[in-house]
């Protein structure tokens, strides 16, 4: 094979790159060398025995070869690398390793798999390339049948081999796949577009990446980018000036609230540092499967450096910096005192509730009679307790039918205007919009001197996957019997977005299962109202644990993959499945 105009590529995402010619031609403990400077980790002395490994099972099995080879590329969605990968005519081969093992893991195979699927989606020169995902076990006494097997997308099934197998596995792929050969330096450097679910940022922001590492390299990561650092820089202020001040960030939907709100708190978690910051979300599931992702992950990562670590200890930590608001607010009526916390982002603060609803609740729950605070206010008056300085951050969703005793955005405004004069305002410019249902109490609240409207607090680009762009006008259509409408937005989203129709529950199943790839995660889920799914093995009274349900594998009865539990929409609020089979009976039908 030869490669026209080869040049060296320079990838700032790996942690070695070169030409297959530069890379057969240095020594071992030179690339070595390079890959232990660049690492952002200590390095351990087995990960140093894995890396020359590679590199000596590489060179000895590259020869005669030309294209690039990348040890250690950069997955931002996932916070993860690729051990390498190599560009060799018109193909990109993603390579795991397995270092000593004797078997192909299933867990190992969906690893390369996610690997070469997140390339595919989110890498903006391997849109339209061929994907090979290749996993080496060296020990392994024989490789798997070595069968080509291709997706629509040009993502191939992974190749299971031996170390004697590596090299007839690439030669095979380069035989009989065509195309254009790929110029490396303009792969090396193509923007990465990611679109990470709600879980796998959550971890990743954990694990010190920037919000701007883990997000779309276009106009919404410049915009996540310049929200969190005017919230950043207003923390700042606070505790520099002792002011306390309240920030109201809004954003279209899909735009990365949360995102914004979880970098918050993440790179303020340490308890001991003056400007601690808490992440409180009334959405019980969501705040139960993060601190359990969280924990995990971190629990693995620290032992992956050597370290042995307790996951109760561990836990204990990510519980300080996600917490139920429900659980802060019963704080505040045990302890007189303030929170340990200076600063507090409210997740969906639009859901907190009226005075009404607070006061029922405080005299059912609590035996507080005569309470006469709404929600937002008893939360302000709780972070008012500090004496030098405080910040809330509230995190507001636009467009959505308010539930019983939801107190809209206005109540925090009113609480603000009328009982705290002291508190300095800074409210996104687009809170004017009727859909934040903001109103009277905005106009109010615009005219205190310490009132400032500001643009850089709202989001205004859309951060959900780039399947799902028209999928909600689709579904808007739809739902208002919008029949041409329909017919055209599901054009636009049919080749990208498979949606099929079927009566038959089991044909359903087995759709989703055919259909997904890797680790992608899918579910049954049903609404809360869809009692006469039961002839059918479907009880949604039967509450499923949604931590299970999200977080544990395809090996766990009680997982999303098993498609026996489903899940109403109060357990999957702000969650995401990569498929989903939608249950529905007579709750869904027109009467």
């Known amino acids: 094979l030869s490669m026209p105009g080869h040049t060296s590529p320079s990838s700032l995402r790996a942690w070695y790159s070169a030409s297959i010619s530069d890379f057969l031609q240095a020594q071992p403990h030179t690339v070595l060398g390079q890959l232990a400077d660049n690492c952002d980790f200590a390095l351990i002395p087995t990960q140093r025995d894995a890396w020359m490994a590679q590199v000596q099972f590489l060179r000895s099995r590259l020869t005669g070869l030309c294209g690039s080879v990348f040890f250690e590329f950069n ?29 192909f893991d299933h867990s190992a195979v969906d690893q390369v798999w996610d690997y070469a699927l997140d390339l595919k989606n989110f890498h903006e020169a391997s849109h339209d390339v061929s994907i090979v995902p290749i996993l080496i076990a060296t020990e392994a006494p024989e490789s798997a049948p070595i069968a080509l097997q291709r997706d629509a997308d040009k993502v191939y099934r992974p190749i299971l081999v031996n170390a004697a197998g590596f090299r007839e596995a690439v030669d095979v792929a380069l035989r009989s796949i065509a ?51 005017r919230i950043e820089d207003l923390v700042d202020q606070a505790r520099e000036q002792g002011r306390k001040i309240i920030c109201f960030v809004t954003g279209v939907p899909g735009a ?28 019980g599931p969501l705040v139960a499967v993060l601190r359990e992702a969280l924990t995990r992950d971190e629990v693995a990562r620290r032992k992956k450096q050597g370290e042995k670590v307790r996951k109760g200890k561990v836990g204990e930590s990510v519980k300080a910096f996600i917490q139920n608001v429900h659980h802060f607010r019963d704080e505040a009526l045990i302890d007189s005192g303030p929170p340990i916390e200076h600063v507090v982002i409210f ?17 059912r729950k609590k035996k507080r009679t005569g309470f006469s605070q709404s929600e937002p206010e008893f939360l302000i008056s ?21 539930n019983t005793g939801e107190a809209g955005i206005d109540a925090w405004l009113d609480a603000v205007n009328t009982a705290f004069p002291k508190w300095h305002m800074y409210i996104s410019s687009k809170l004017t919009d009727s859909e934040y249902a903001a109103g009277r109490a905005l106009d109010s609240v615009r005219r205190r ?17 780039f399947r799902a762009e028209n999928v909600s006008t689709f579904v808007k259509a739809l739902l208002d019997c919008e029949k041409q409408q329909a017919r055209e937005a599901f054009a636009t989203v049919a080749d990208r977005y498979p949606i099929a ?64 539990d489903a899940a109403t929409e109060f357990q999957v609020q702000g969650l995401e499945l990569d498929w989903t089979c939608v249950t529905w009976v007579g709750d869904f039908r027109f009467t």
Not at 262 to 282: C, E, I, K, M, Y
Not at 382 to 402: S, T
Not at 507 to 532: D, I, L, N, P, Y
Request: hydrophobic share 40%; charged share 25%.
């Open 347 to 363: 997740d969906e603060a639009q859901r907190a509730w009226n005075l009404k609803q607070t006061a029922s609740f405080m005299q």
């Open 501 to 564: 129709l079927t009566r038959d529950l089991n044909r359903a199943k087995q759709w989703v299962r055919a259909h997904a790839r890797g680790t992608e995660r899918f579910g049954m889920v049903a609404s809360s109202k869809a009692q006469r799914l039961k002839p059918h093995a479907i009880d949604i009274r039967v509450d499923i644990d949604p931590v299970h349900w999200f977080l544990n594998d395809k090996e766990d009865t009680r997982s999303s993959y098993y498609l026996e």
């Open 179 to 229: 195309g254009s050969v790929l110029n490396d330096d303009h792969w090396s450097h193509a923007p990465y577009h990611p679109t990470p679910t709600i879980v796998e940022a959550a971890r990743a922001l954990y694990a010190q990446h920037s919000v701007e590492a883990i997000a779309r390299f276009d106009a919404g990561a410049q915009n996540l980018h310049v929200t969190s650092r």
């Open 449 to 465: 001197q310490d009132a400032h409207l500001d643009d850089c607090l709202h989001l205004a680009m859309s951060m959900r996957s």
């Open 256 to 283: 990365g609230k949360t995102l914004v709100g979880l970098n918050v708190a993440t790179r303020r978690r340490d308890v001991d540092q003056p400007t601690h910051a808490v992440f409180l979300s009334g959405n």
């Open 382 to 402: 709780y972070m008012d307790r500090h004496e030098d300085w405080a910040v809330i951050i509230c995190l507001v969703g636009g467009g959505q039918e308010i």
């Open 75 to 103: 997955i931002p969605r996932m916070g993860r690398r690729i051990d390498v990968v190599l560009l060799i005519g018109p193909v990109v081969f993603a390579i795991e390793f397995k270092v000593g093992e004797h078997s």
